[in-house]
């Protein structure tokens, strides 16, 4: 079956260092989301990737699927404490039911 | 637009007890799912809806029951309350069911503990 793995599970930085969290696929994704979650809070959308080879940005925050869209990344640069927080990746193939990544918890210290 | 909205915000249980989560959303989506979250962990699907009248399990439904009467409501219903079901539980909508277009919005989640 497919196997998406998402790191690493956890980081902690430093403020003002960059960060980065991977989604891997065994097989071929359709498109990939990535949600932000906020300690206490629910996920957030933040930007989906349709595209080979995709590259997206939010300000700090770049977003790329790869050109065999197997794999799939989020890197921030020089994070902040508003940084903090859970980021999952949830892909679709075609089938009906959505899943998500086990997420990368991302801790940064002032 | 409310979004995606889920009644109780909290839940105490003791075992053996039943309940209802509460989720509507006001989108027109056809997708809805339900989420378990234990604490530290990621979100594992419970059960999953395409549109009114049609749901599927996910990775995690024993013990939780769902229908999707209308497009716009799906509960969730424990059975039998364990204390391996203490979770937070979210809930949410999707425009599309797993085609090109899926952004999920969630809903702010219900703290259940079962005593």
């Known amino acids: 079956g497919q196997q998406v793995m998402q790191i690493p599970q956890y980081q902690h930085v430093q403020e003002g260092e960059d960060f980065t969290t991977y989604c891997n696929s065994s097989t071929t994704l359709s498109n990939i989301q990535w949600y932000k979650q906020r300690p206490g809070g629910h996920p957030v959308f933040l930007i989906q990737?349709?595209?080979?080879?995709e590259v997206k940005k939010q300000k700090r925050l770049t977003f790329q699927f790869g050109e065999a869209k197997k794999n799939s990344s989020l890197h921030i640069t020089a994070t902040q404490t508003t940084d903090v927080g859970t980021y999952f990746c949830?892909?679709?193939?075609?089938?009906?039911?959505?899943?998500f990544g086990s997420g990368t918890r991302l801790q940064v210290q002032p | 637009n409310a979004g995606v909205t889920q009644t109780p915000k909290f839940q105490v249980l003791k075992t053996g007890q039943s309940m209802t989560l509460q989720c509507a959303q006001d989108m027109n989506h056809e997708y809805m799912s339900w989420y378990r979250q234990d604490p530290g962990m990621g979100l594992r699907l419970i059960h999953y809806?395409?549109?009114?009248?049609?749901?599927d399990q996910g990775e995690v439904p024993n013990g939780y029951n769902v229908s999707r009467s209308t497009t716009e409501d799906f509960p969730l219903r424990l059975l039998s309350a364990a204390p391996s079901q203490t979770s937070v539980y979210f809930c949410?909508?999707?425009?599309?069911?797993?085609?090109?277009?899926?952004?999920?919005?969630f809903g702010p989640g219900t703290r259940l503990t079962v005593l």
């Open positions: 809806s395409v549109g009114a009248g049609i749901t």
């Open positions: 990737l349709v595209k080979s080879g």
């Open positions: 949830d892909w679709g193939t075609g089938r009906r039911a959505l899943t």
């Open positions: 949410a909508s999707s425009p599309t069911s797993g085609g090109s277009t899926d952004t999920q919005y």
